[in-house]
Each structure stands twice: as C-alpha cells, then as structure tokens.
T-cell receptor
Framework: AQSVTQLGSHVSVSEGALVLLRCNYS??????LFWYVQYPNQGLQLLLK??????LVKGINGFEAEFKKSETSFHLTKPSAHMSDAAEYFC???????????FGTGTSLTVIP | DTGVSQDPRHKITKRGQNVTFRCDPI?????LYWYRQTLGQGPEFLTY????????KSRLLSDRFSAERPKGSFSTLEIQRTEQGDSAMYLC??????????????FGPGTRLTVL
C-alpha cells in the first residue's frame, strides 16, 4: 500500500529564508511522487514530480525536491521564500498502476515579511 | 483556458436534497478522477474513469453517490439525500495515460459543497 506522511502541518519562514517542507512515503513498489500547491479556494497545481528519471527534481516557482530512497523521503525546498509562496502544500504518491494518488494531510506555509 | 473546469464552484443545499456537479477535463485526457477534500485534509480518492468506463470506486463512495462519464468527455457526480457530513470540496482531475507508467493529474478548481 502507498501512503505519505507530511511532518509539520504548519511551517512559518521569513521572507528570503529557506523553505523546507517534509514528506516521507511508504510504498510497496517504486513510487511516483508529486508535490502540489493549493491556494485558498482553488484546486491543486502541480509543482513537480518524481518518476525515477533523476533524484533531484526541479519544479516551478523555484521549488525542487530530492528523492532519497534510503530515507524514504521526498522533501520540498526553495532557497528563498517569497510572500507569494504562502499556500497549502501537498505531497502525493501513486503506485506503478497510477490509478489513484494518496495525498498527505498537507503543510500550510506562512511567509513572514 | 484549456484546463480542467468544474461547475458550480459553490453549492449550498439543505440536508436531504440531491446535488449534481459537473467536471470538464482537459480535452485529450482519457482519465478522469473525483476526489473529496475536507478542511485540513488532503484530497481523498473517490472514483476514476478511463474513457467512459468507471474502473475503480473508493469505499468512501457510498450508495448515495453516483458518477458518470457517458461519452468519455465530461463527468457528473451526483449526491442523493445529502447529509451534513457531505460538506466538502469536491475536486476533479484529469490525465492522459498512454501505455504503462503513471500519469500526472491536473486538477480543477473544485466545487465547494455546504449542506445545511
């Protein structure tokens, strides 16, 4: 079975500081991993995805994530936070069949000016 | 805009009423998914279609819920005899799957249902 755990339901960073959002996965098969961002009252927007091509994945808006099999992690980072990054971030995993995604409970990012 | 669209964006109804939501996927996408998201939670899978065939349903999808995708294009999700516990954001996503491997799901803006 596939699942993800997002550590920290709320993260606050200062503008310009490093953003680190944590995601650990559990999967019985090589996973496909995704990060989505959700702004208030909107749907989910894909930030980036890991599909085994490269362990360091670069996404939109300056975000990147590194797949670490030994740690079963796929943490999301951004070197310098911007006010517009304030949103809810979801990590998701799908199995090889890709029939459904399993989402974490989300991390709410606050950026302090 | 060629993204996933959902209608209505908001729906307020009284307990016991029936509601129907519509999802229009990205035009060339063959898969369509429905998720439910409650406050403070991630989306939970409800069901998905490949073309017009409904291939999988979650246990969350009670008998009061029914989904259709009659021509393999748009989809509807109907909830009969709504309950207050049905209040949530209902998200639709679509993807293009060709051959093996996983797909990337693109989400619509959601329909927020409030049951009074």
């Amino acid at each position: 079975a596939q699942s993800v755990t997002q550590l920290g339901s709320h993260v606050s960073v200062s503008e310009g500081a490093l953003v680190l959002l944590r995601c650990n996965y559990s999967s019985s098969v090589p996973p496909y991993l995704f990060w989505y961002v959700q702004y208030p009252n909107q749907g989910l927007q894909l930030l980036l995805k890991y599909t085994s091509a490269a362990t360091l994945v670069k996404g939109i808006n300056g975000f990147e994530a590194e797949f670490k099999k030994s740690e079963t992690s796929f943490h999301l980072t951004k070197p310098s936070a911007h006010m517009s990054d304030a949103a809810e971030y979801f990590c998701a995993v799908s199995g090889v069949s890709g029939n459904q995604f399993y989402f974490g409970t989300g991390t709410s990012l606050t950026v302090i000016p | 805009d060629t993204g996933v669209s959902q209608d209505p964006r908001h729906k307020i109804t009284k307990r016991g009423q029936n509601v129907t939501f519509r999802c229009d996927p990205i035009s060339e996408h063959n898969r369509l998914y429905w998720y439910r998201q409650t406050l403070g939670q991630g989306p939970e899978f409800l069901t998905y279609f490949q073309n017009e065939a409904q291939l999988e349903k979650s246990r969350l999808l009670s008998d009061r819920f029914s989904a259709e995708r009659p021509k393999g294009s748009f989809s509807t999700l109907e909830i009969q005899r709504t309950e207050q516990g049905d209040s949530a954001m209902y998200l639709c996503a679509s993807s293009l799957v060709a051959g093996g491997g996983t797909d990337t799901q693109y989400f619509g803006p959601g329909t927020r249902l409030t049951v009074l």
